[in-house]
């Protein structure tokens, strides 16, 4: 699967975009141009600057995708960080096919409103930061942790990488690891599978430096936490919302 996003000042196909309407267009494929036309699955309108929440900027930008859509450029449009009342009014635009939140363990404030309306609207939902900026893979120590650079936004903004979070946090990671060990699964894969046992949960974005890393994440696609492996983790869920990146505070 191949997917593309244009948005608030993120680069895009290598150029830098501001996710106005010229913008979007710029995301989709120009059959004039010479080579292979690269037709994206996926087109998501990212994250909203403070500037565009306000009407028309959704229902400008994703005008623009949904004549990209009828012309064959793009199959299905997709929109990230939206509020159920932005993807309502997307809605009244184009049909969304998918939507990507942040959800983790550590970060459930999805769980409120968006899920619930996503599953009754048939919005597909891919998930991103399944392992809150690593904290949830098992490698993130104290001692790591401790040594990550001042400049580390983690370590200066996020409060899951400070007390008193830390502490509760990395007892979480312990609980998952041992669930993980009697499956021979990583806490990551726990991790992960957390995620997806939601039912309005369509997949799980996972990233990995490293080749050998990615085998331990997709075990997670293959195993299912019993409901008492649930009550093992729930104990040690954090009330309201972790901080995702820094951006999201926005």
């Not at 680069?11 to 080579?35: E, F, M, T, Y």
């Not at 409060?159 to 609980?175: H, T």
């Not at 974005?205 to 080749?211: F, M, N």
Request: with cysteine.
């Amino acid at each position: 699967m191949t997917a593309t996003e244009a948005g608030d000042d993120v680069v895009l196909n290598s150029i830098k975009k501001s996710g106005k309407q010229g913008h979007s267009r710029q995301a989709a494929p120009r059959p004039d141009r010479r080579g292979p036309v690269h037709r994206p699955p996926w087109l998501h309108r990212h994250r909203l600057c403070p500037a565009r929440r306000a009407p028309p900027g959704i229902e400008a930008a994703l005008s623009t995708l949904a004549k990209a859509q009828a012309q064959g450029k793009i199959r299905e449009i997709g929109v990230s960080n939206f509020s159920v009342p932005q993807l309502r009014r997307a809605q009244s635009v184009v049909g969304i096919a998918c939507l990507q939140p942040p959800y983790s363990a550590l970060m459930r404030d999805v769980e409120k409103e968006i899920l619930p309306f996503c599953e009754q609207a048939g919005i597909g939902v891919i998930a991103y930061s399944t392992l809150q900026s690593a904290l949830l893979t098992g490698a993130m120590t104290r001692a790591r942790i401790a040594q990550l650079p001042d400049d580390d936004w983690r370590k200066t903004r996020s409060a899951d990488y400070q007390e008193p979070r830390l502490s509760r946090n990395l007892e979480l990671v312990e609980v998952m690891r041992g669930i993980g060990r009697r499956h021979g699964l990583t806490p990551a894969a726990v991790a992960i599978s957390w995620v997806l046992r939601q039912p309005a949960v369509t997949g799980a974005i996972v990233g990995a430096r490293r080749p050998t890393q990615v085998d331990g994440l997709m075990a997670a696609a293959g195993f299912q936490l019993s409901a008492d492996e649930l009550a093992e983790i729930a104990p040690l869920l954090p009330d309201g919302m972790g901080v995702n990146v820094p951006a999201a505070r926005s």
